[in-house]
């Protein structure tokens, strides 16, 4: 059974930075690609970034469009944390940011991922 906790959120100017983070059981790396989604009030979730890991430090990414160049998915192995850097920051990305694992792979499909955390709150004040 695979447990993500997400914790980091907050409430920040635009134009800031916020560092989410998603804990995971021990051992997820070597199965799931771990992905983000946000869901806004009134919107559908959607994929923010995702990445698998090769080995510790080769790993394949992707981003939507909205937020390439601005968010950064990375991990610490030691600490089996997943973050998501999140720079200059837009009211647009206030939303509700939760992490999820796949076994499919590098998905950007919500129906792809069978773990899912509780999610964690981003507002950003225009």
């Known amino acids: 059974q695979v447990q993500l906790v997400e914790s980091g959120g907050g409430l920040v100017q635009a134009g800031s930075s916020l560092r989410l983070s998603c804990a995971c059981s021990?051992?997820?790396?070597?199965?799931?690609?771990i992905g983000w989604f946000r869901q806004a009030p009134g919107k559908e979730r959607e994929f923010v970034a995702v990445?698998?890991?090769?080995?510790?430090?080769?790993?394949?990414?992707d981003y939507a469009d909205s937020v390439k160049g601005r968010f950064t998915i990375s991990r610490d192995s030691a600490k089996n944390t997943v973050y998501l850097q999140m720079d200059k920051l837009k009211p647009e990305d206030t939303a509700l940011y939760f992490c999820?694992?796949?076994?499919?792979?590098?998905?950007?499909?919500?129906?792809?991922?069978?773990?899912w955390g509780q999610g964690t709150q981003v507002t950003v004040s225009s």
């Open positions: 999820a694992a796949s076994s499919v792979g590098r998905s950007v499909r919500r129906i792809d991922y069978e773990y």
């Open positions: 021990d051992g997820t790396f070597r199965t799931y690609a």
């Open positions: 990445a698998t890991w090769i080995t510790t430090s080769a790993y394949f990414t």
